[in-house]
Each structure stands twice: as structure tokens, then as C-alpha cells.
């Protein structure tokens, strides 16, 4: 079928290679394999996958690298699946351009959701385009980007113009975690020494306001440690 969504593996391990082959060809995906850094940047330019999945630890090069060598011309999902389960690595790889990070080991299930979602929300992008106006909705929450409000239940949420950006940048990428720094340089440009707090800060208000509890994840998820991610349709 010529309408198949294509993923590009790179996994230098047979058979974690082997059983993804197996696993995503039974889910009607259409797969090509590669076992190295400069392989998988060939096997890209050559293929243009819909998603790549990656592993960072390669014999020639770490992963990070083919990420920044696609991320100069494609926009093209990627999902990290990787044994390193540090934070700074998550942080670094999706400061990179990775799309998620999975650790492993990992479950069937839970990788084919996080395909079907990094490949719809790469569609949605597509379609939408990024920060163009519209309208974002999610369980009880209204966002309108014309005019930027924000509703639950359809009453008008008071936001600060800060929290507003925060959400919006949130929501505009939502089901993909974006790190403390991403979001950061998206709201204030630049990460200085109090941006950190100043994030907390604000996003606790914006937690409050949408109606959190504590300890509770309501639309925001906090990805302790890495950043903040918008629930979306699929959570
Ligand atoms: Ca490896």
C-alpha cells in the first residue's frame, strides 16, 4: 500500500533490531533498518521516513549526532529508545530535536502509542502549521490562538499574557515533552540563572488555574527533572 507510514530503525543490537522489524510490520508499517550513525543518515536522505526510531548508543557515533545532521533540513519525527536512562541525556536529546524518548526495556504497547502519537501530532503540525491562529481544544479546555483566551467548560480562564505563552507553546506542541530550557527560550529568548524558578513559578499558577489539585496532573504533565508536556487526546 503506497499510503503506509515508513519507519527508519537504527538499532545496532540484532535483536532489539529484529523484534521492531517484526513488531511494527505486524502493525502495518512499512520499515527500513539501519546499524550505525552514518548508515542511518544515508538510509534518511535516501528513504525520507515518516518517524525514525533511535538508539543513541552506536558503534561509530552517538545518536545525538544523526539528529543534528536531519534536524538542518527535516522536520521528520524522531523517537529516542534508548538504554541511558539519566536525565541529562532525555534533556539532551530532546533539546537536540528528538520528538520522545523511550527507555529501555520497553513495552510493545506502550511504543506503538508513542508512534501513533509523534506521528499524528507530525501531521497535525503539518497541516495546522505551528503558531498559526485556530483553535485547541482538550478534554474541557478551549484554547482560541486569535484571541487568546482560554476557557474550561467554556468560562474564561484569566491568564497572565506569561502563563498565556506558556500554555500556548505547550498546547501547540501537546503529547510531546518539551524541556525546561525549550520552553524557556521560547517564552523569555534567553535561559538565565532565575529562568528555572520563574517557570516553576508561573506554571504552578497556570496548574492552579486550569484546576489542578496538588500532586495532580490535570492537562499539564510535569516530566520530573526534564520539562512539561500538554496531555493529548490519546492520555
Ligand atoms: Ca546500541
Redesign the pocket.
Known amino acids: 500500500m503506497a499510503n503506509k507510514n515508513k519507519i527508519l530503525i537504527v538499532?545496532?543490537?540484532v535483536n532489539i533490531r529484529n523484534f521492531l522489524v517484526a513488531l511494527l510490520e505486524a502493525n502495518d508499517y512499512q520499515v527500513v533498518t539501519a546499524g550505525s550513525c552514518k548508515e542511518a543518515i544515508m538510509m534518511f536522505t535516501t528513504h525520507v521516513p515518516d518517524l525514525t526510531i533511535l538508539?543513541l548508543?552506536?558503534p561509530d557515533m552517538d545518536g545525538t549526532f544523526f539528529i543534528n545532521e536531519i534536524r538542518k533540513e527535516w522536520s521528520a519525527p524522531v523517537i529516542v529508545l534508548s538504554a541511558r536512562t539519566d536525565e541529562q541525556d532525555k534533556v539532551e536529546a530532546l533539546d537536540t530535536g528528538a520528538n520522545d524518548y523511550i527507555t529501555k526495556p520497553f513495552g510493545s504497547g506502550e511504543l506503538l502509542a508513542r508512534i501513533r502519537t509523534v506521528l499524528r501530532n507530525s501531521r497535525r503540525n503539518c497541516e495546522l502549521g505551528v503558531f498559526q491562529g485556530g483553535k485547541f481544544s482538550l478534554d474541557n479546555l478551549a484554547i482560541d490562538y486569535d484571541t487568546r483566551r482560554v476557557y474550561i467548560d467554556g468560562v474564561e480562564i484569566k491568564l497572565t499574557q506569561t502563563e498565556y505563552n506558556i500554555v500556548c507553546v505547550l498546547s501547540q506542541q501537546s503529547g510531546k515533552i518539551l524541556t525546561y530550557s525549550a520552553i524557556i527560550k521560547a517564552i523569555w529568548g534567553s535561559n538565565d540563572e532565575g529562568s528555572t524558578k520563574k517557570l516553576q513559578v508561573n506554571m504552578a499558577n497556570i496548574r492552579k488555574k486550569l484546576g489542578a489539585k496538588p500532586g495532580e496532573d490535570s492537562y499539564i504533565i510535569n516530566e520530573l527533572g526534564v520539562g512539561y508536556r500538554m496531555k493529548d487526546k490519546n492520555d
Open positions: 538499532e545496532d543490537d538508539d548508543g552506536l
